[in-house]
């Protein structure tokens, strides 16, 4: 299914929200913000966790878990700063855990069982409430850890796009369209998928010890979606010479980073995990790693009938894409290959040095190869995820520096929970006013990211790669 809405935000009207029962609107009850409420009345946000059949190809039905009845969700339309109550319904045998990826909320409703959240038993019910915030485009996916069973977690079509209204309303376009990309039929593989390194990757690589063992297992996978549809099944998304459209992108994907192109178009991004950048810049190609979301206004001056999808022939072979009609074109739909290009966040931020932070967090990221058969292990600052030990204490209100340093060849989206921060080096480039809750560090790669605990509680740090997640690279602060 194309989400999508025409004119602006305002003038949203779903149809698939409604018959999927996604009731959205203020709530004026007055349960405590963390608090279960009684069940009585409608709530405002209702998610149903249950088995669904997805007809992602011709003769083609995957068996998943998803919400709502349909991959993805239904689009979760909520307003900053006004309360929802939430019901979460369990139709499976297996307790579950629903995150508010990239919300500002308390850990008990976050989401995750490291930060000790409320969790959907087995065929059962959770209530209660929350505040949207902050305004953009934001997800909401299962967080349960399913190491070596690939029917559980992300793997499954337990995703949806969240997007929480602004109080004020800027930006002007004719239609709006949320694409979600996703891979099925996962199995293990010993395939690595290297990446292009320049001289001083390189140099890093070289220097540190070399692991004895072989690398552990992989990840690869059979079929490749946008909003649960292979290329070429399904319906288009149909546009209008002229318009200006505003697509969000979403990677739901479990491990995989992706790139996206439109042939004979430009993306203007707008925002970066639903935050605004500093500058707005027109790129030919996206990238997003896993769990990354994009926002970027096309305007559509180049008729006929295109394939949006991935520059990777097999990849989109294998249907990562969807055709962009133009009204009144008929045809094959075209793909064109883009040019080489290079994904810099620093495109989209202001040339200028961070202020000093109060403290410097450093974040060293190492692996330990399985070996044949195994699975590979992950460390942040030498050591795997202990859920025994004492998380790191921050102090709400003082600004921290994540100083991440990637001393592995894999590229890693990390995440930081019920937070966003500020990139303020990217590869030894200072920058600023580019805002996220993703970042994508490439191999023997550095960024540092800036910010500043919004709430007390627990907050995790992990890896969005399920597999690195799974297998040890998460790590737990503390705010106080």
Same mark, same amino acid.
């Given at each position: 299914?194309?989400?999508?809405?025409?004119?602006?935000?305002?003038?949203?009207?779903?149809?698939?929200?409604?018959?999927?029962?996604?009731?959205?609107?203020?709530?004026?009850?007055?349960?405590?913000?963390?608090?279960?409420?009684?069940?009585?009345?409608?709530?405002?946000?209702?998610?149903? *966790?249950? /088995?669904?059949? !997805? $007809?992602? @190809?011709?003769?083609?039905?995957?068996?998943?878990?998803?919400? &709502? #009845?349909?991959?993805?969700?239904?689009?979760?339309?909520?307003?900053?700063?006004?309360?929802?109550?939430?019901?979460?319904?369990?139709?499976?045998?297996?307790?579950?855990?629903?995150?508010?990826?990239?919300? *500002?909320? /308390?850990?008990? !409703? $976050?989401? @995750?069982?490291?930060?000790?959240?409320?969790?959907?038993?087995? &065929? #059962?019910?959770?209530?209660?409430?929350?505040?949207?915030?902050?305004?953009?485009?934001?997800?909401?996916?299962?967080?349960?850890?399913?190491?070596?069973?690939?029917?559980?977690?992300?793997?499954?079509?337990?995703?949806?796009?969240?997007?929480?209204?602004?109080?004020?309303?800027?930006?002007?376009?004719?239609?709006?369209?949320?694409?979600?990309?996703?891979?099925?039929?996962?199995?293990?593989?010993?395939?690595?998928?290297?990446?292009?390194?320049?001289?001083?990757?390189?140099?890093?690589?070289?220097?540190?010890?070399?692991?004895?063992?072989?690398?552990?297992?992989?990840?690869?996978?059979?079929?490749?979606?946008?909003?649960?549809?292979?290329?070429?099944?399904?319906?288009?998304?149909?546009?209008?010479?002229?318009?200006?459209?505003?697509?969000?992108?979403?990677?739901?994907?479990?491990?995989?980073?992706?790139?996206?192109?439109?042939?004979?178009?430009?993306?203007?991004?707008?925002?970066?995990?639903?935050?605004?950048?500093?500058?707005?810049?027109?790129?030919?190609?996206?990238?997003?790693?896993?769990?990354?979301?994009?926002?970027?206004?096309?305007?559509?001056?180049?008729?006929?009938?295109?394939?949006?999808?991935?520059?990777?022939?097999?990849?989109?072979?294998?249907?990562?894409?969807?055709?962009?009609?133009?009204?009144?074109?008929?045809?094959?739909?075209?793909?064109?290959?883009?040019?080489?290009?290079?994904?810099?966040?620093?495109?989209?931020?202001?040339?200028?040095?961070?202020?000093?932070?109060?403290?410097?967090?450093?974040?060293?990221?190492?692996?330990?190869?399985?070996?044949?058969?195994?699975?590979?292990?992950?460390?942040?600052?030498?050591?795997?995820?202990?859920?025994?030990?004492?998380?790191?204490?921050?102090?709400?209100?003082?600004?921290?520096?994540?100083?991440?340093?990637?001393?592995?060849?894999?590229?890693?989206?990390?995440?930081?929970?019920?937070?966003?921060?500020?990139?303020?080096?990217?590869?030894?480039?200072?920058?600023?006013?580019?805002?996220?809750?993703?970042?994508?560090?490439?191999?023997?790669?550095?960024?540092?990211?800036?910010?500043?605990?919004?709430?007390?509680?627990?907050?995790?740090?992990?890896?969005?790669?399920?597999?690195?997640?799974?297998?040890?690279?998460?790590?737990?602060?503390?705010?106080?």
């Amino acid at each position: 299914m194309v989400h999508t809405t025409p004119h602006t935000r305002r003038g949203f009207v779903s149809g698939i929200t409604a018959g999927m029962g996604m009731l959205l609107g203020a709530c004026n009850r007055t349960a405590p913000e963390t608090a279960a409420t009684p069940d009585t009345g409608k709530a405002d946000v209702t998610l149903r *966790i249950g /088995p669904v059949l !997805v $007809d992602i @190809a011709k003769d083609h039905t995957i068996s998943t878990i998803g919400y &709502n #009845g349909s991959v993805p969700g239904p689009v979760i339309r909520m307003r900053e700063g006004v309360p929802v109550v939430v019901d979460l319904f369990n139709d499976t045998d297996s307790p579950e855990l629903v995150h508010w990826h990239g919300q *500002i909320i /308390p850990a008990d !409703v $976050d989401g @995750a069982a490291e930060e000790k959240s409320l969790m959907v038993p087995a &065929n #059962g019910h959770l209530r209660y409430r929350l505040t949207p915030q902050p305004a953009g485009a934001r997800w909401v996916h299962s967080h349960v850890m399913p190491m070596s069973d690939l029917s559980r977690g992300t793997y499954t079509g337990q995703f949806g796009f969240v997007y929480i209204e602004p109080k004020s309303e800027p930006g002007a376009y004719d239609q709006e369209i949320f694409l979600a990309t996703h891979e099925w039929e996962p199995f293990y593989t010993t395939a690595e998928e290297g990446e292009e390194m320049d001289a001083d990757q390189k140099a890093r690589m070289a220097a540190l010890p070399k692991d004895p063992k072989p690398n552990g297992w992989e990840i690869g996978y059979q079929r490749f979606t946008i909003n649960g549809k292979c290329l070429g099944f399904g319906e288009p998304v149909r546009v209008k010479e002229g318009q200006r459209v505003l697509f969000h992108f979403l990677n739901a994907s479990a491990t995989e980073n992706i790139e996206l192109a439109l042939p004979g178009h430009m993306f203007q991004i707008v925002a970066l995990d639903g935050n605004p950048v500093a500058r707005p810049q027109a790129v030919e190609v996206l990238e997003l790693g896993t769990a990354e979301r994009i926002d970027a206004v096309v305007e559509m001056k180049n008729p006929g009938v295109w394939i949006l999808g991935t520059p990777k022939d097999d990849d989109r072979r294998d249907g990562m894409g969807i055709v962009v009609e133009y009204a009144n074109q008929t045809g094959q739909p075209r793909w064109i290959k883009p040019a080489k290009h290079i994904w810099d966040y620093t495109l989209f931020g202001d040339k200028r040095t961070a202020a000093a932070p109060d403290e410097v967090i450093p974040m060293a990221f190492g692996k330990i190869n399985g070996g044949t058969g195994g699975f590979n292990h992950w460390t942040v600052n030498g050591k795997s995820f202990d859920e025994k030990a004492e998380p790191k204490v921050l102090q709400k209100g003082k600004r921290y520096r994540l100083a991440f340093d990637n001393q592995t060849d894999d590229t890693h989206p990390v995440h930081l929970h019920r937070n966003s921060f500020e990139l303020t080096n990217v590869h030894g480039k200072a920058t600023g006013g580019v805002v996220k809750d993703v970042v994508m560090l490439k191999g023997f790669r550095k960024i540092d990211a800036d910010f500043t605990p919004a709430m007390e509680g627990l907050v995790l740090f992990h890896c969005h790669q399920q597999l690195h997640m799974d297998y040890g690279f998460k790590l737990l602060f503390k705010v106080t």
